[in-house]
């Protein structure tokens, strides 16, 4: 038993979030922690990395009674941290980010062909080796940058890894790449701590799974013992009927036509058509540009060539478009403002607010995309657990009434009961008429939610597949650039 | 106004009063009730209708210069140059007396404090140039041309100039209702308007507004626009008051606007800050400047000891780490 966590506790501000946690984990142990939005889960790896003191509780390492003061303490003892939120600094290079102060010298002063040479090492030694240590970290897209924040837990041997939804934007190779790496850790003897929303990979990964159910530890299971099915059921207690909705709908007239449409250097000549009534999923790897497509034919960024793309967005909103980002710290949310404040974002109207009508539209989002805690429209956003935040997302993009929706990852660190949700209502939405271009990487949500697939690779569409009769395997060779 | 309240949880015991956290309000009444306390007892003049008069009145310019201070401050800038938009629309006004209306010379240097605003707004937002940069090179610009159109002081005759620093509503002065209107619609402009609301989320983070279809641009010329605008009616009603302005008037005006926000939590990071708190803060440091003068101490020591204070009130009203 190399880590326990004895009857934990943790209120914040008088609001008590775990009620009493115990969990053990062993060397050479993959520990799956699941459970639905809000649960507990980052809190509880928190209290682990000793960014949150416990309230009361204990923490025990090879034996010993451990208290930690601080991140600090907890590096101190092997323990490494990924958090859920993306936490590189932007503005500094990958190599800064890993290194982190730590660089190579040579006659005082810092050697950077030496610090870029460790931390190209250190990116191939997992598998990531595709990422440049010289760029910033901002520019990378979100998916390199959660790699780029697994490698910098693995600077230094861990004894203890501790992974908060590392899959969450992770697709194809990638994907491989880190359940190779936590083979390995395991191996090696690290106790690897791993939370996700994706059961079917924790079922693949784990050596034991503990499901968090409002704060408490409800059940410790293995793969054998259980399934996908039963793992919901136990996280949002009660059944799921049917993830996806069916789709067989009329589609009506084109809503957005992009012909054409470059960027230099992120996207070449995409072209695509969406209709009213119909949703397009669009998947493709890592540098395949497909947020970056979005994000131009939005108007955040200038096309180079084609048409179809809006030249702001307060263009592209008054046409009827709303745009979910992928990285919601950094582009969806205004993270220090209220719940409210952040949903009424698109609909701010003059001369004066109408404040009634603000809390109404709200309350009925909150309600609607079930945001937990309920009474949350006057908490800083900051205060909601992950996915509850990528709710508010897209509650404050619902409330603008677009008629083209383009969602780029708009699951990301969803529970199982939500999605189902989000699903839901995507569909009705796309049945009242509204086109839906849904972005992601995870395969089966871009085959089950919609109604065909397009594929891209490196800046191009590469192939356009009906989701009813298409396989996972297809869809991944055309975002290799293999034309199957 | 967003946040600040509850972000502070933890570190003192809060204060709820029917949902609503009073903490902040109640600590400034009781701060300002016991400055108020203090200057009455120690000193014989602290009350007279004479001092309350002047204590009134010396709120003004550092109310204004305060509240456009905060909006500037609530999109992530700062502005420095208040204190010379203070003396060009001073010198310029009085200057203008001779040959306008005085309601018109008095507008021609709102106008002018408004048009540094809006050259700074603009330098900030279109070419992404950094606020601190952009204002002190304004600051000394705009001291320069204060010094451009007049070497001298300006002393105008004609005694309607000196009305409306110097009127009287009742015991209240006319300046210093001014003073509180502005700080009434601000309030409602930064919480009730759509533009208030934007200028408050670009300092949260200017991405996510850009995305929600918000002219960042425009919002963020607004808000010099209006720092401006209130500095130069600040300029216009200290010379209306004093009787004469002076080019050199108004130096390190902006260190008091800057310590009012700050007093009052407002993040110079932006994205936070109370209209509420920084008329706080405002209070604060009038009285405390009153207080030094009827103590008789010497200049160069209550400098130092507004530093010391302020420090001190800000150490108490910090915002623990949070997560
Ligand atoms: N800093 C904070 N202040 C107050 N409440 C908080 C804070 N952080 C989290 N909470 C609350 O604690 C509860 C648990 O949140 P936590 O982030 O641990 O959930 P989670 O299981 O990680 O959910 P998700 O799957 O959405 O990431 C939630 O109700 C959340 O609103
Ligand atoms: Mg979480």
């Keep these: 038993m190399i880590l326990e966590l004895r009857d934990v506790r943790k209120d914040y501000g008088g609001v008590e979030v775990l009620h009493g946690v115990d969990l053990q984990g062993r060397q050479g142990e993959v520990l799956a922690v699941v459970g639905a939005n809000g649960a507990g889960k980052s809190t509880l790896i928190k209290i682990l990395a000793g960014a949150q003191p416990m309230s009361s509780g204990e923490m025990w390492m090879d034996g010993e009674r451990v208290e930690l003061r601080s991140p600090h303490d907890a590096h101190d003892k092997g323990v490494r941290t990924v958090y859920q939120e993306l936490t590189l600094v932007p503005e500094l290079s990958v190599t800064e980010n890993l290194l982190m102060g730590d660089f190579p010298r040579k006659r005082g002063l810092i050697d950077w062909s030496a610090a870029h040479a460790r931390a190209r090492e250190l990116l191939e030694s997992i598998g990531f080796g595709a990422i440049d240590p010289r760029t910033k970290a901002g520019r990378l897209t979100v998916a390199r940058q959660q790699m780029v924040e697994i490698a910098k837990a693995l600077v230094t041997e861990p004894r203890v890894l501790v992974l908060d939804e590392p899959s969450a934007v992770l697709a194809g190779s990638d994907l491989e790449s880190l359940f190779a790496l936590i083979r390995r850790l395991r191996e090696r003897g690290v106790l690897v701590i791993y939370v996700s929303h994706r059961l079917a990979e924790i079922l693949e990964l784990a050596d034991s799974i503990v499901v968090i159910k409002d704060g408490k530890v409800i059940e410790t299971t293995e793969p054998a013992r259980t399934s996908e099915d039963d793992l919901i059921r136990r996280m949002a207690g009660r059944k799921l009927e049917q993830i996806y909705p069916d789709r067989r709908q009329e589609r009506g007239d084109a809503l957005l036509t992009v012909t054409g449409l470059t960027r230099r250097g992120e996207f070449e000549d995409v072209s695509f058509t969406l209709h009213a009534g119909e949703i397009v999923g669009l998947f493709g790897l890592v540098g395949s540009g497909r947020s970056e497509m979005a994000r131009c034919v939005f108007g955040a960024e200038p096309a180079t060539s084609g048409t179809g793309a809006y030249r702001s967005p307060a263009e592209a909103i008054a046409a009827g478009l709303a745009l979910v980002t992928e990285d919601r710290k950094r582009s969806g949310l205004v993270l220090g403002m209220s719940v409210r404040d952040n949903i009424a974002l698109t609909t701010l109207r003059g001369p004066l607010i109408d404040m009634g009508r603000q809390r109404r539209d709200v309350a009925g989002m909150v309600d609607r995309l079930s945001i937990q805690p309920p009474q949350c429209a006057s908490m800083p956003v900051v205060r909601l657990s992950g996915g509850n935040q990528q709710k508010a997302v897209l509650a404050k993009w619902l409330l603008a009434e677009p008629r083209v929706l383009l969602l780029d990852e708009p699951t990301r660190g969803v529970d199982m009961a939500t999605r189902v949700e989000i699903y839901r209502m995507i569909d009705g939405l796309a049945r009242s008429g509204i086109g839906v271009l849904l972005i992601s990487s995870d395969l089966t949500e871009v085959m089950g939610a919609t109604d065909r697939v397009l594929v891209m690779a490196e800046g191009r569409i590469t192939g356009e597949l009906r989701s009813d009769r298409t396989t996972e395997d297809e869809i991944l060779a055309y975002s290799m650039g293999q034309h199957a | ?323």
């Excluded at chain 2, 300002?32 to 120690?42: E, M, P, R």
């Excluded at chain 2, 009434?184 to 308007?193: D, N, P, Y």
């Design chain 2, 1 to 323: 106004m967003i946040g600040q309240l509850s972000k502070a949880a933890g570190r003192f015991p809060r204060l709820v009063v029917g949902g609503r956290d009073l903490t902040l309000e109640v600590a400034f009444t009781a701060l300002i009730l016991l400055l108020v306390a203090v200057a009455a007892t120690t000193s014989d003049t602290f009350l007279t209708q004479t001092n309350i008069t002047n204590v009134l009145k010396q709120m003004v310019t550092t109310g204004l210069l305060a509240f456009g201070m905060l909006v500037v401050i609530l999109t992530g800038g700062i502005d420095l140059s208040v204190g010379s938009v203070v003396a060009l629309s001073g010198i310029l006004t009085a200057g203008l007396v001779s040959g306008l209306p005085i309601p018109v010379a008095m507008g021609v240097g709102i106008i002018a404090g408004l048009a540094a605003g809006l050259v700074n707004g603009t330098l900030v937002a279109r070419f992404a140039l950094a606020p601190f940069v952009v204002t002190l090179a304004s600051l000394t610009t705009v001291r320069g041309l204060a010094f451009v159109y007049s070497e001298v002081p300006i002393a105008p005759e004609d005694p309607a100039f000196f009305t409306l620093g110097s009127a009287l509503l009742g015991p209240i002065p006319v300046s210093t209702l001014i003073m509180l209107v502005v700080f009434v619609a601000g309030g409602v402009f930064l919480s009730r308007t759509p533009a208030g609301r934007s200028i408050i989320a670009i300092g949260g983070n200017a991405e996510t507004v850009r995305l929600a279809g918000i002219n960042v641009r425009r919002h963020v010329i607004l808000a010099y626009a209006i720092s401006g605008a209130c500095a130069g009616l600040a300029g216009v009603i200290l010379a209306s008051r004093v009787g004469i302005a002076q080019p050199s008037v108004g130096v390190a005006f902006e260190l008091d606007a800057i310590a009012a926000c700050v007093i009052g939590g407002a993040s110079l990071a932006g994205g936070r800050g109370s209209v509420r708190a920084t008329f706080g803060g405002v209070l604060v440091l009038v009285l405390i400047n009153n207080l030094l003068n009827l103590y008789g101490v010497q200049s160069f020591w209550q400098q130092v000891l507004k530093g010391l204070i302020i420090i001190a009130v800000i150490l108490v009203q910090r915002t623990p780490r949070s997560t």
